[in-house]
T-cell receptor, first 113, second 111 residues
Framework: DQQVKQNSPSLSVQEGRISILNCDYTNSMFDYFLWYKKYPAEGPTFLISISSIKDKNEDGRFTVFLNKSAKHLSLHIVPSQPGDSAVYFCAGDSGAGSYQLTFGKGTKLSVIP | DTGVSQDPRHKITKRGQNVTFRCDPISEHNRLYWYRQTLGQGPEFLTYFQNEAQLEKSRLLSDRFSAERPKGSFSTLEIQRTEQGDSAMYLC?????????FGPGTRLLVL
């Protein structure tokens, strides 16, 4: 039972355009969501997060949108840069107990110069 | 912040051998996590410490796996009698507020 789904394994975008990465979840107990960026052979790097009581959070070129009724969130990167090429993981935090993260399988973003 | 560090970064071992990994969290973080990541998957939760107490373990953590965090500082993850299916990236993270910060991981290959 996959509680966090990233249905697009890969995405290619031209440099300077917008990248939109999507994530769906099934666990209603998630109260915090995080996006991580991962380069090969490195650990995930925290990018941006959003609380379930908000519908948008922005940090520079990165914006995360949350639609609780649809159990859907998206990460927008604008403008996209070649250095953004990486695998992006969406994660939900149960907000209780161990506060463990449940990750999706990731989306590989390629930004083409 | 010096970040989360892990050692070794890579480990190749033969099936049946024991291996031990170390994680040093960010110094003021009292919550520490271990995750495992296999090819094509996201990280999967293994276990969690608050200070020196191991408070939760995943079903993924078989009896061959043991983790410790003496004195609530660094943590070790030991795998006994390794199997080829243990080959993965083992990630450690420490938490501040709602955010977990990951180390670079230890890549294990069991031959």
């Amino acid at each position: 039972d996959q509680q966090v789904k990233q249905n697009s394994p890969s995405l290619s975008v031209q440099e300077g355009r917008i990248s939109i990465l999507n994530c769906d979840y099934t666990n209603s107990m998630f109260d915090y969501f995080l996006w991580y960026k991962k380069y090969p052979a490195e650990g995930p790097t925290f990018l941006i997060s959003i609380s379930s009581i908000k519908d948008k959070n922005e940090d520079g070129r990165f914006t995360v949108f949350l639609n609780k009724s649809a159990k859907h969130l998206s990460l927008h990167i604008v403008p996209s840069q070649p250095g953004d090429s990486a695998v992006y993981f969406c994660a939900g935090d149960s907000g209780a107990g161990s506060y463990q993260l449940t990750f999706g399988k990731g989306t590989k973003l390629s930004v083409i110069p | 912040d010096t970040g989360v560090s892990q050692d070794p970064r890579h480990k190749i071992t033969k099936r049946g051998q024991n291996v031990t990994f170390r994680c040093d969290p960010i110094s003021e973080h009292n919550r520490l996590y271990w995750y495992r990541q296999t090819l094509g998957q996201g990280p999967e939760f293994l276990t969690y410490f608050q200070n020196e107490a191991q408070l939760e373990k995943s079903r993924l953590l078989s009896d061959r796996f043991s983790a410790e965090r003496p004195k609530g500082s660094f943590s070790t993850l030991e795998i006994q009698r390794t199997e080829q299916g243990d080959s993965a990236m083992y990630l450690c993270a420490s938490r501040r507020r709602e955010t977990q910060y990951f180390g670079p991981g230890t890549r294990l290959l069991v031959l």
